[in-house]
């Protein structure tokens, strides 16, 4: 399960690097250029948005590279980059994957009992 906690901690948080890097992008750009018209406006807490943006990948991979050794550390980052990326992003087309791997991977990282077989 450690194993599975990593692969899926790892991807989740590329996953959430990609949104990231977008939604990051996104407020960028409506600040230097504003709202454009129906197509884009600002979202409501800019910085919520840009933090989670970092911090909620990063704890994603680091949870993911920690499952084997330390796995309810692991476990712990990969249910609170869950929390950030939905709180930030909500659940979408976009969002689902990076949402249910994190989650996925910290719930096997919490129920591993013995480090898995080589």
């Not at 960028?28 to 409501?44: A, S």
């Not at 950030?84 to 249910?100: C, E, L, R, S």
Request: aromatic content about 10%; some cysteine; hydrophobic content about 55%.
């Amino acid at each position: 399960m450690r194993n599975a906690a990593l692969i899926l901690g790892i991807i989740g948080g590329l996953w959430g690097m990609l949104i990231g890097f977008f939604s990051y992008g996104y407020t960028e750009v409506i600040d230097r250029f504003g709202d454009l018209g129906e197509v884009g406006r600002q979202v409501d807490d800019v910085a919520l948005i840009r933090l989670t943006s970092l911090i909620a990948p990063v704890l994603a991979i680091a949870g993911g590279a920690m499952a084997r050794s330390q796995h309810v550390a692991a476990g712990v980052l990969l249910l609170v980059s869950t929390a950030g990326m939905y709180h930030a992003f909500g659940f979408g087309v976009f969002t689902m994957f990076p949402i249910a791997m994190c989650g996925l991977g910290g719930v096997l990282a919490l129920l591993a009992r013995r480090p898995d077989a080589a």
